[in-house]
């Protein structure tokens, strides 16, 4: 079975690979939409784990731990569009009238919060598939509604053959564009074990490269009121 993977900082070089017959999935968090400051991404979740496990928690509580402040911004946070050309994605969905899903690490009690989130930014109709909301049958609780698969803590493949076998889907090719490669990586074993042709690419638009711990670090000071980059650059510099 065809397999196809590549790294790229646009989502324009998916386009050549999408056709009707594709099942076209979207991650969410910086690959659609990311907060307009750096304190609340997933680079600063990463960061602040890191921090609570040198103030010697455990990984896992520190995990536990920086999850609950990323949502806690969450719910505070504007939003804006990783990319602009995702747009113009949104048009060639419509015109191809191809099938697309959104698969994202959250968890289904963020739902309607996501999809406040992206109905900011106009990305709220992104998602074609419209079976009713439903919670699927994962080790984790894992939810699907509105065209998006909320994984919470199963991993992206488990969440996507959950809702593949609740719908009874048998796509011919999937195409999956997702900022970790680790996610990537979990749908082309599903492609494999499932016989589908698959291309995953690994976006980073959004990356590493922009966090800035010093930044994030004024920001946090001025909690619950967030301050733009800008502004906590100038504090910084000043
Ligand atoms: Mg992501």
């Known amino acids: 079975m065809s397999v196809y993977k590549f790294e790229s900082d646009t989502l324009l070089d998916i386009v050549e690979h999408v056709d009707s017959n594709t099942l076209f999935i979207f991650d969410i968090d910086h690959t659609l939409i990311e907060p307009v400051q750096i304190i609340g991404s997933t680079h600063w979740e990463r960061h602040l784990a890191k921090k609570l496990k040198e103030q010697g928690f455990?990984?896992?509580?520190a995990c536990i731990r920086a999850f609950h402040q990323w949502r806690t911004i969450q719910h505070l946070t504007a939003v804006k569009a990783v990319e602009e050309s995702v747009y113009e994605i949104l048009t060639l969905v419509k015109n191809l009238n191809v099938q697309t899903l959104g698969l994202t690490a959250r968890d289904g009690t963020l739902s309607e919060l996501t999809f406040d989130q992206l109905k900011s930014v106009q990305l709220d109709k992104l998602f074609t598939h419209k079976e009713d909301c439903k919670d699927l049958p994962g080790n984790y609780p894992c939810k699907y509604t509105k065209g998006a698969i909320f994984c919470g803590f199963n991993k992206k493949d488990v969440g996507l053959q959950l809702f593949l076998e609740h719908v009874k889907?048998?796509?011919?090719?999937?195409?999956?564009?997702?900022?970790?490669?680790?996610?990537?990586?979990?749908?082309?074993?599903?492609s494999n074990l499932l016989g589908i042709e698959y291309v995953g690419m690994t976006y980073h638009a959004s990356g590493d490269h922009k966090f800035d711990p010093q930044i994030a670090e004024i920001q946090e000071q001025y909690l619950p009121k967030l301050i733009s980059d800008k502004e906590a650059l100038d504090l910084l510099e000043a």
Do not use: A, G, R, W
């Not at 455990?58 to 509580?61: A, I, K, R």
């Not at 970790?180 to 074993?189: P, R, V």
């Open 169 to 190: 889907m048998n796509p011919k090719k999937v195409v999956f564009v997702d900022d970790q490669k680790s996610h990537i990586d979990e749908l082309e074993d599903l």
């Open 58 to 61: 455990t990984h896992h509580e």
